[in-house]
């Protein structure tokens, strides 16, 4: 039913005008409202159809049109039979397209085969009969369409004289069409089926408020339009694709207590991992399974935060699958990070620990025990009554006996630990951050180099030749706190940042003003973790956004001038390969296991959420 609108004639009659006057001052003026036609070819323009000439547009096409016909072959021509006989001979080859340009579904997956996914059973995708195309003039890949079909194959597009006047297919079957059916027929697309081939279209009413209406604005303006919001289409198929490509769980393992920390052990291809926890007791009570935000739990001065340091190995597991088993389990003060040292110091495997207590723990491996995998060796000598966030060895890329330790606390400032043969030495301390420096690395490359991230949304640099007295490097340009810092030790000259923004940024050290690149990931951005081999290869532990593994390209150097962003060196891309989001929390502890076990199947990686204290395996593909 058509509404029309009275507003214009109400406020005419609310300034003395009456029906049948003419519009103006005298009231000699127009006594009809003007009415809109939509032109077709046979009406011309106006609601009296009586500005349409004859134009020579229209002569062209006809004239074109009338000479557009091939003159018939003769089946008794000797050149013809040649190549009828030759197509007969033919190895078919041309079936693989006809699924791709003839009748085929939009997006239709195409397999590894090269060939496309058959979307019906009337034979389109059947070998394909080459003396046809002779016959037909080589312009045939398959059955005759009728104008029904081809009219239902353009969705209401055609390219006839006269068609946009008259496209009501699509346009009819979009406009005003809800959201259900939009979705319903981006997945019959997805699926490889036609749409009279999917199930009936749920319709909803939609109830919306003027404001609620506003806000869809975007789908709405499907009536005008005729076409869907880009931005929904690639949001729709993204979510399916990634839906798809996401890995299953191979084993999972649950810690009871919050988990926010895994590591992989890196020496002699062992798999085996630990699982760092974090859970806040209350004085006298039993653990409190209902956690509070940071804020409170860093003034609590009634809470003790408990901790447990898991040791596990992997092992086969029923139907191609693994297992999770626990070799050790160690009560500690609630742990925030863990870190291997990955070049042993002495002839031992080290671990670092960063405590609620405001200290670093290190463990020394053996593996000769089959109880008591990991012993204490020192505890670090700080004084400091904030918590210890963060942790990292000097050691990553060259062997040293005393390696150094960066740790970060809760209260903005960074310590360089030295390690001893027995002891955790502090042997500089300094406010670093404004608020809680939640991360701390080396450059692995040039070790008198640390970074830090905090919650002052500030990503700094600090040279330890030049003293600690003031950062060399003091970027603004994360948007929030910045709790996520890794240097890829495979590519120089490359670090990896991110933030509660949700963003993933890439630097280049040699020119700091700005990033080489930028990636969002939906979530923010608590764990970094560069592959053990593959140097494109980066593990992101996104919070509420799960986890993900980016393909960071990088082209050769870019010239400044051209640079993507300015300052930028290294040219780089940044892309999703894949991602993990069946944890059920926060997403936070991530690493790839530091060998593969497995080429063919996939890279194994651990990670672990936070509420729901889980722990997943599974593998990023091939």
């Keep these: 039913m058509t509404v029309v609108s009275t507003f214009a004639e109400q406020q005419l009659v609310k300034y003395g005008w009456k029906k049948g006057d003419g519009l103006g001052k005298d009231g000699d003026g127009i006594k009809r409202a003007i009415t809109v036609s939509r032109r077709t070819d046979n009406r011309g323009i106006g609601s009296d159809a009586n500005q349409w000439n004859s134009n020579w547009w229209d002569h062209l096409y006809n004239k074109a049109a009338t000479t557009a016909n091939a003159p018939a072959i003769s089946a008794e021509d000797a050149v013809y039979q040649e190549k009828l006989a030759q197509a007969a001979q033919e190895k078919d080859t ?22 496309s996914t058959p979307v019906s059973s009337n034979g389109w995708g059947a070998p394909v009969d080459r003396t046809k195309l002779v016959r ?5 890949l398959g059955a005759h369409l009728t104008d029904a079909e081809l009219f239902a194959a353009c969705e209401g597009r055609t390219a006839r004289k006269g068609a946009r006047a008259e496209q009501s297919g699509k346009l009819a079957r979009v406009a005003g069409m ?56 690639f949001a729709s198929l993204s979510a399916r694709l990634l839906a798809a490509m996401e890995p299953p769980s191979l084993a999972s393992f649950d810690p009871v207590y919050c988990a926010d920390s895994l590591e992989f052990c890196p020496f002699d291809a062992k798999q085996r991992f630990l699982v760092g926890t974090y859970q806040l007791l209350k004085t006298g009570n039993a653990a409190d399974q209902g956690a509070t935000d940071d804020n409170q739990e860093l ?11 898991y040791v596990c190995d992997v092992a086969a597991g029923e139907s191609s699958g693994l297992a999770i088993v626990e070799r050790q389990r160690i009560e500690t003060s609630a742990i925030f990070d863990i870190k291997w040292s990955y070049n042993l110091v002495s002839g031992r495997e080290l671990v670092g620990v960063a405590c609620a207590d405001g200290r670093v723990h290190v463990y020394a491996a053996d593996d000769s025990s089959k109880d008591s995998y990991l012993s204490l060796l020192g505890v670090s000598n700080s004084e400091s009554t904030s918590m210890c966030c963060s942790l990292d060895w000097s050691n990553r890329l060259a062997e040293s006996s005393s390696p150094e330790i960066v740790a970060s606390q809760s209260d903005g400032t960074l310590q360089i630990l030295k390690l001893g043969d027995s002891c955790v030495e502090t042997i500089h301390e300094w406010h670093a951050h404004d608020a ?4 701390s690395s080396f450059d692995y490359w040039n ?7 905090g919650d002052d949304a500030r990503f700094k640099g600090w040279d330890l030749r030049m003293g600690i007295g003031s950062a060399v490097l003091n970027s603004r340009r994360h948007q929030a706190g910045v709790c996520s810092i890794q240097s890829n030790f495979h590519r120089q000259f490359m670090v990896a940042t991110g933030s509660y923004d949700e963003t993933v940024m890439i630097w280049d050290t040699r020119n700091m003003r700005a990033p080489t690149a930028e990636f969002n990931v939906g979530g923010g951005v608590w764990r970094l973790k560069w592959h053990p081999e593959e140097p494109t290869q980066l593990l992101v532990g996104a ?5 993900h593994v980016l393909d960071v390209a990088v082209g050769g150097l870019r010239p400044l001038e051209r640079a993507p962003l300015p300052g930028a ?17 926060i997403a936070y502890g991530a690493d790839w296991c530091q060998a593969s076990d497995d080429p063919e199947a996939g890279w194994l990686v651990g990670t672990c959420s936070f509420y729901d204290h889980s722990v997943h395996l599974w593998r990023r593909p091939k």
């Design 94 to 115: 041309l079936s693989e397209y006809q699924g791709m340009f003839v009748r085929s579904a939009t997006d239709t997956p195409i397999a590894q085969s090269g060939t």
């Design 178 to 233: 809800p959201r259900p059916e939009v979705a319903a027929r981006i997945e019959a697309a997805l699926s490889g089926r036609l749409p009279e081939q999917t199930e009936e279209f749920v319709t909803a009413k939609r109830k919306r408020s003027k404001d609620e209406e506003t806000k869809g604005r975007g789908y709405t303006e499907l009536k005008l339009s005729g076409y869907l919001p880009v931005a929904f289409v």
């Design 136 to 140: 037909d003039g080589n312009v045939h």
């Design 447 to 453: 070790t008198s180099t640390v970074y830090s991230g």
């Design 436 to 439: 809680e420096a939640w991360i």
């Design 569 to 585: 060196g290294y040219a780089v891309a940044v892309g999703r390969q894949v991602s993990f989001m069946k944890h059920e929390s």
């Design 299 to 309: 003034t609590s001065a009634d809470a003790q935060r408990v901790g447990r340091i």
């Design 543 to 547: 919070m509420y956004g799960g986890f």
